[in-house]
DNA sequence: ACGAGCATGTAACCAGTTACATGATTGA
DNA sequence: TCAATCATGTAACTGGTTACATGCTCGT
């Protein structure tokens, strides 16, 4: 259940109404955590029943927009989580399935879905290295700067290692059988 | 919604009883794809509702145990989800949150956990590897056999990746701060 | 014959998904 | 003034999780 403090963690990073934190799990946060709108809206609503963050209406805006910031108990949680003990990451990799029934009842078009995912991941690895030579060069020295790096130069290695293999499984796919 | 058919392809390689499935979902098909005996016994009724797979009773066993194997029903759907669309996988990874919190909120215990999980991946990638060596030299030419061992090939690279990933996080962090 | 443990479930809950709804403001 | 769009939701559903329950048989 890391969404609430995902959500923290942002509103720590610049505090922001509930449509921007969306915007912001569109981009950068949502990198490595996907959120949709209602989830956020939902959460928010708890977080603030919680009294961990504050939101009061920002006025000259659309609608009845509301700028949430984190309360010190919310600071407080947050320090509370992080230093908590994880479990690996459960694993669901449907492609890995597909390939496996692929092999019992193929062939069949898989291989156009691998190929459409291999550009897929060719292109987020294209944004991500975008984003370093912006934001990484010359690398920092900072040590929050050099965990952000850190957590980009993950995701770059992860979207060449899922291109990489989309492409090994291609070949594989497309020789002759024999 | 890959269950069901996680559980098809695992009923064509081998048919068997829900206590067998969970077991290797304990092992080889859960290293990509993790299950509960509750979701496979709860997911093996509702492809037997559907025609699609059919269980006979095993006399000779514990309990009222029984075997189920894949109807002709149940292999075309396979092949039909198999050759269908894939959206990208969700990436939702809390050590990535945990980290970007600590560079809010740190420092905190955050070194310890990272340890745990470095230990966990090495161990995953050991067993990998044991089974790639036992099951796969030499290299196999049978197309299925190439294709799980690639399966397995990405499961030992992403285990490295991870590893490899946390022994970074944690040099960071125990670094002096400027 | 009886406890340990195997095989199969039930029930309640929660996070995430999908589809739709409402109120306010901006711009043509 | 009214359509487009922004901001904030509500409702119903689904897959996965957690805790507990039941019936059977094997070994002692």
């Not at 949502?30 to 919680?50: D, K, P, V």
């Not at 939101?55 to 000259?60: E, L, S």
């Not at 694993?91 to 156009?112: F, K, Q, S």
Request: net charge positive; aromatic share 6%.
């Amino acid at each position: 259940m890391s969404l609430p403090h995902a959500l923290l963690t942002a509103l720590i990073e610049r505090p922001g109404a509930g449509s921007e934190l969306a915007g912001r799990f569109d981009r950068s946060i949502g990198y490595f955590w996907q959120a949709t709108h209602q989830q956020i809206y939902r959460e928010l609503a708890r977080l603030e029943a919680a009294g961990l963050i504050e939101g009061t209406a920002v006025d000259g805006a659309r609608g009845r927009k509301r700028a949430f910031r984190v309360l010190p108990a919310g600071r407080a949680e947050l320090a509370r989580w992080t230093a908590e003990r994880q479990e690996p990451l459960p694993i669901r990799d449907e492609m890995m399935v597909r390939l496996r029934a692929e092999a019992m009842v193929g062939p069949t078009t898989l291989l156009n879905t691998l190929a459409e995912l291999a550009q897929h991941h060719r292109d987020r690895l294209k944004t991500y290295q975008d984003i370093e030579k912006r934001d990484f060069t010359p690398p920092p020295t900072d040590k929050g700067q050099r965990l952000r790096h850190l957590v980009l130069k993950a995701g770059i290695e992860y979207e060449r290692h899922r291109a990489a293999f989309c492409e090994q499984a291609m070949a594989l796919l497309s020789s002759p059988s024999e």
